[in-house]
């Protein structure tokens, strides 16, 4: 158990829905990092929070948002769904200050299918 | 340009030894990262190279030459249970402690 959690962990819906994915860090943990990973694909990084400051962004379509609140959890929001939107959606996070690797620890994924 | 290559596919047996290859090309360089990921679940950290040389941890040995942009990862006495994708992923020079990812490595173990 990495500490991660996310919720839900699977979700089904249609095309041109929209769905919020949750996910609360590890005890501590500041930065939070969302992830894309398509059937047999290697991970495509989406955003990243820290603090509750977006810090970096990666290859996250307009249609795709997230936050990060006080309490630290972090919602990626997806909307306008499409069919291409199917996928396993990881949130990890890392401790950001202090430290030496900074590893992310993965939380267990969201497996969104849109039908 | 920033990238990392790692063969697709790899085929072991039960008992052997296998040497995962991972080469980088990044901007600036703050540590390489190896994870384990099984079909379907969540990767999990195996190991850290920030200085060259190797890291030993068990049956899991890994290593890092930094002026040839390069690391493997050494996997003895396999297991079925090794049977997984392998990530390398290297820190850059960005302050935000990204990581950038390797596609991974399918690791199959025959018996």
């Known amino acids: 158990d990495s500490g991660v959690t996310q919720t839900p962990k699977h979700l089904i819906t249609a095309t041109g829905q929209r769905v919020t994915l949750r996910c609360s860090p590890r005890s501590g943990d500041l930065s939070v990092y969302w992830y894309q990973q398509s059937l047999d694909q290697g991970l495509q990084f989406l955003i990243q929070y820290y603090n509750g400051e977006e810090r970096a962004k990666g290859n996250i379509l307009e249609r795709f948002s997230a936050q990060q609140f006080p309490d630290l959890h972090s919602e990626l929001n997806l909307s306008s769904l499409e069919l291409g939107d199917s996928a396993l959606y990881f949130c990890a996070s890392s401790a950001g200050t202090g430290g030496t690797s900074y590893e992310q620890y993965f939380g267990p994924g969201t497996r969104l299918t849109v039908t | 340009g920033q990238n990392i290559d790692q063969p697709t596919e790899m085929t072991a047996t039960e008992g052997a030894i296998v040497q995962i290859n991972c080469t980088y090309q990044?901007?600036?360089?703050?540590?390489l990262f190896w994870y384990q990921q099984h079909a379907g679940e969540a990767p999990t950290f195996l190991s850290y190279n920030v200085l060259d040389g190797l890291e030993e941890k068990g049956r899991f040995s890994s290593f890092l030459s930094r002026s040839k942009g390069y690391s493997y990862l050494l996997l003895k006495e396999l297991q079925m249970k090794d049977s997984a994708s392998y990530l390398c992923?290297?820190?850059?020079?960005?302050?935000?402690?990204?990581?950038?990812w390797g596609a991974g490595t399918k690791l199959i173990i025959k018996p």
């Open positions: 992923a290297v820190r850059g020079e960005d302050s935000n402690y990204q990581l950038i």
């Open positions: 990044t901007s600036g360089f703050n540590g």
